[in-house]
């Protein structure tokens, strides 16, 4: 079956304790997205990775850092996680572009104390 | 500075009627545009899109409108059903395949 999986999808932490949610895709997809959604705010992205080794900033990457070694795979890593990170996340992965249908994750719920 | 703006957070649809939900934007730069639906404790799936070079496209009881003067567009769904009650987000793309902005999403209810 075709899809997108994160873990954890429930997670509570305190402040400064390094943690990484994992995604993993597959559908052999080239195009990787992580996205936070936050009340009144909607999804807004994070960070973005067209292929292996290549990663871009989306609009709201500060106290993140992404990597893709894999292609099936895109790691969202909070160093020193604050409570203003306290949100839902959500990783998608399409084909090639952005435009390309997203396949959106389950999401993982990030609870920073 | 929200570049795609749904100014309607919530929508109340009587089931069978048509259920109308906007999406307006100002960077003049984007030409595809997208709907997303998502269910709660689900990632958002998609839905529909168009292109900047159709004023429309329909899939079945979703149609979307495009108006590149008034830059806005629009999702029909007709007749609404009770499954159709979602979150919905428009979100679209500038020219050479930017990454999406999303809009805040309007929160669809359709009562049977």
């Known amino acids: 079956e075709a899809q997108v999986t994160q873990n954890p999808r429930y997670l509570i932490t305190v402040t400064g304790k390094k943690l990484t949610v994992t995604c993993s895709q597959n559908?052999?997809?080239?195009?990787m997205s992580w996205y936070r959604q936050d009340p009144g705010l909607g999804l807004r992205q994070i960070y973005y990775s067209m292929n292996v080794e290549v990663t871009d900033k989306g609009d709201v990457p500060e106290g993140y850092k992404v990597s893709r070694k894999e292609k099936r795979n895109f790691p969202l890593i909070l160093e020193s996680p604050s409570p203003n990170q306290t949100s839902l996340y959500f990783c998608?992965?399409?084909?090639?572009?952005?435009?390309?249908?997203?396949?959106f994750g389950p999401g993982t719920r990030l609870t920073v104390l | 500075d929200q570049q795609v703006k749904q100014n309607s957070p919530s929508l109340s649809v009587q089931e069978g009627r048509i259920s109308i939900l906007n999406c307006d934007y100002t960077n003049s730069m984007f030409d595809y545009f997208l709907w997303y639906k998502k269910y709660p404790a689900e990632g958002p799936t998609f839905l529909i899109s168009i292109s900047s070079i159709k004023d429309k496209n329909e899939d079945g009881r979703f149609t979307v409108f495009l108006n590149k003067s008034a830059k806005h567009l629009s999702l029909h769904i007709v007749p609404s059903q009770p499954g159709d009650s979602a979150v919905y987000f428009c979100a679209a793309s500038a020219v050479g395949n930017t990454p999406l902005v999303f809009g805040k999403g309007t929160r669809l209810s359709v009562i049977a």
């Open positions: 559908m052999n997809h080239e195009y």
């Open positions: 998608a992965s399409s084909h090639a572009n952005p435009t390309d249908t997203q396949y």
